[in-house]
Every structure is written in structure tokens, then in C-alpha cells.
């Protein structure tokens, strides 16, 4: 299958291209840059060479493909909001191209889009919040959208994704406790964010790719739910500094924009995915991750 992915040169995009070259697919990868261009075609894929905001050189770029998984995002967080509504406009355009043709679009969200509350675990069943609640829940709009206009879409919903390199938002939360000198939590810290191995997420998007229906939802889940105070306790040991735990008025003060982010329980549930799609995830735990970092470069 001939597969056009934006991403493609990005943390779990380029993850998701390898996976698929192995399997014996053909991808076409979305590139912004020479070194972008260059990484994709020594990982084995074809270049198209564009970026999100050019909207028609991505409607031909999915006119051209078999299938289509888009894993861009701008995650430039000061502007978070604006960022969402941009993908919605991707999203939108991805479809024009593949309106009534019957052709895969596979659109990447997250797990906490359901809104769900303290203690609820969120499952592929669970519905939206209006992207007015949620900024990013923009994404599974667009998604509707173009389903509505005969685009048959499934979802992947992404939790903090993780190697010894990256870790989602936890990334974030390592470069404050650097800048801060300490690592920091709210509350008692037992609020929970849900995990997987950046290579267990590129398998899935491949499942996905083989074996999706028309409106599957999808959850990259490995860890249901890690305590946000074990991160915290995890940076603080790879950085070698104080953990402490922050009022949520101190939190905001602390952390930034990171902050309502920090304070979320946020588990996710991934028994329909392993069931559906067959997905076994074998990496290794979020916290092993962390404890294996380099958090002091050579």
C-alpha cells in the first residue's frame, strides 16, 4: 500500500515510517527540509516535499496515495490553541482528497479527550468533549467532518509516548525541573497520565493502516496510568534535584503553560485496540525510560 504520512520526519513519525517500510508497504513521506528530505530517504521512503501549512501540496499529496496517516502537529505550546484549529483546517484539506474514494485517512489525537474527570478511565468509546473544552478534541471534529463526507477515517488517540529520548509532555516537565531546580508535582502527585513506547505506537498506526473500519478509535495505551508524583520522582533522581509538591496556585506559577496539563487525571483504557487490532506492546515502561535517560549530555 502506497501511504502518505505527515510527520513524517517527526518523533512518532518517523517511528510509524520504518514500521510501515518493514511490513512491505510503500510511504510517502512529508518533508519540510533538505535534512528532513535526506532522513526519509535513508530510511527507504519517497519524498514530497511541503509542510501543514501549504494546504493544496497536501491535498495532492494524499490524492496520490493508497491511505493516508496524518502525525503532524505544531507543538508550540504558547500558541496551543490557534495550533489545534490549524489542524482542523489539515484535516479538512486531507479529506477534500480523499472524499468518496474509500481510501483510509488515519487522524492523531489524544487519550484525555473525553474529559472524563478524576478516577474515570478513558475508553475508544468514549466521545469527545467539544474542542471549546478541549482545544485539541478539534482534531476528532475535522475527523467527523470529513467522515460525513464519505472519508473513511479512523483515529489513533496518544498518550505521552515515550523512549529514552522523548517522553510527551513529561519532555516539558524535564526541562522546567532543570530551569527550576526542582521536580515538582501537585497536589499528592496520584493523578495519572497514561503511556507507550514509541516503537508499541508505530505498530499500532500499522494495525491501524491493515485493519481498520470506518470510525475506530484507537488507543495507544501501554500503562493505563502513571502517577504524575513517580515522573516526578523519576526526573528527580535523573536530575539530581529536589522533588517537591506544589499547591495548584503554586503549580501555575511553576510550570507555565505546562500547568493544566500537570494537574490532569488523565487515565486510558486500551482493552478494544489489544482486542481489535491484535496489539501486543512489549517496550519497556514510561519510568524505565526516565531512569535510563542521558540526562546530563557528554
Known amino acids: 500500500m502506497k501511504v502518505f504520512i505527515t510527520g513524517a520526519t517527526g518523533f512518532i513519525g518517523s517511528a510509524v515510517v520504518h514500521e510501515l517500510i518493514g511490513a512491505g508497504h510503500q510511504v510517502v513521506g512529508l518533508a519540510r527540509s533538505d535534512a528532513g ?81 478524576p478516577g474515570i478511565l478513558a475508553t475508544e468509546r468514549d466521545l ?14 475535522a475527523a467527523a467532518s470529513v467522515a460525513a463526507r464519505g472519508v473513511r477515517t479512523a483515529i489513533v488517540r496518544l498518550p505521552q509516548v515515550h523512549d529514552t529520548v522523548k517522553q510527551g509532555l513529561v519532555t516539558y516537565a524535564i526541562q522546567v525541573a532543570r530551569e527550576k531546580g526542582v521536580s515538582a508535582y501537585v497536589g499528592d502527585g496520584l493523578n495519572r497520565w497514561s503511556a507507550a513506547h514509541r516503537l508499541d505506537t508505530a505498530r499500532l498506526y500499522r494495525l491501524a493502516l491493515e ?23 523519576a526526573i528527580g533522581r535523573g536530575l539530581n534535584v529536589p522533588v517537591v509538591a506544589l499547591t495548584p496556585e503554586e503549580s ?47
Not at 497536501?58 to 493516508?68: E, I, M
Request: hydrophobic share 40%.
Open 37 to 117: 528530505a535526506q532522513s526519509l530517504s535513508a530510511a527507504g521512503a519517497e519524498v514530497y516535499r511541503g509542510d501543514i501549512e501549504n494546504l493544496e501540496s497536501l491535498r495532492s499529496g494524499a490524492a496520490n496515495s493508497d491511505a493516508v496517516i496524518h502525525t503532524a502537529f505544531n507543538h508550540d505550546f504558547s500558541k496551543y490553541v490557534a495550533n489545534c484549529e490549524a489542524d482542523r483546517q489539515v484535516i479538512e484539506a486531507l479529506g477534500d482528497a480523499l472524499a468518496g474514494s474509500g481510501r483510509l485517512l488515519i487522524v492523531t489525537s489524544g487519550t484525555g479527550m473525553a474529559n472524563l474527570g
Open 128 to 141: 469527545p468533549a467539544s474542542s471549546k473544552v478541549v482545544p485539541r478534541a478539534a482534531s476528532e471534529e
Open 211 to 233: 485493519k481498520a473500519d470506518a470510525g475506530d478509535r484507537f488507543h495507544a495505551v501501554t500503562e493505563e496510568g502513571v502517577p504524575v508524583r513517580d515522573i516526578a520522582q
Open 252 to 298: 501555575s506559577k511553576h510550570f507555565g503553560w505546562l500547568a493544566p496539563f500537570v494537574g490532569r487525571d488523565v487515565p486510558a483504557s486500551s482493552v478494544y485496540t489489544r482486542e481489535r487490532l491484535g496489539w501486543n506492546p512489549t517496550g519497556p515502561g514510561l519510568i524505565t525510560d526516565l531512569e535510563n535517560m542521558r540526562y546530563f549530555p557528554d
